[in-house]
């Protein structure tokens, strides 16, 4: 499988982006796909992933809702009241599905995107 994620912008403090993650390749449906994210000398860290069920940092939940469109290949993740720490450019990752354990751990994805950049100002 391959990721091509894209929908980063400039947004206002307490606005909304919606990124999409668009996976070419057989099987879409039995990947597990995560979302990271990594500001300027910060390391990758995770934002949400989704396999039968959704998981997400602490420090997006109730803001940012993570979905699947099996039909279209994509996940999409929505992301509302965005705050300048936010700002980063988002990843999208993809392993095989064979459990949900360790989803925040970027080395278990062995699929990347190229990233998409999302700066929100204050």
């Known amino acids: 499988v391959q990721l091509q994620a894209s929908g980063g912008g400039l947004v206002q403090s307490g606005g909304s982006l919606r990124l999409s993650c668009t996976a070419s390749?057989?099987?879409?449906?039995?990947?597990?796909i995560g979302w990271f994210r990594q500001a300027p000398g910060t390391d990758r860290e995770f934002v949400a992933a989704i396999t039968w069920t959704v998981h997400y940092a602490d420090s997006v939940k109730d803001r940012f809702t993570i979905s699947r469109d099996i039909a279209k290949s994509t996940v999409y993740l929505q992301m509302n009241s965005l705050k300048p720490e936010d700002t980063a450019r988002y990843f999208c990752?993809?392993?095989?599905?064979?459990?949900?354990?360790?989803?925040?751990?970027?080395?278990?994805?062995?699929?990347w995107g190229q990233g998409t950049l999302v700066t929100v100002s204050s």
């Open positions: 990752a993809a392993r095989p599905f064979l459990g949900s354990d360790n989803l925040e751990v970027r080395s278990t994805y062995n699929v």
């Open positions: 390749g057989r099987n879409f449906g039995t990947y597990v």
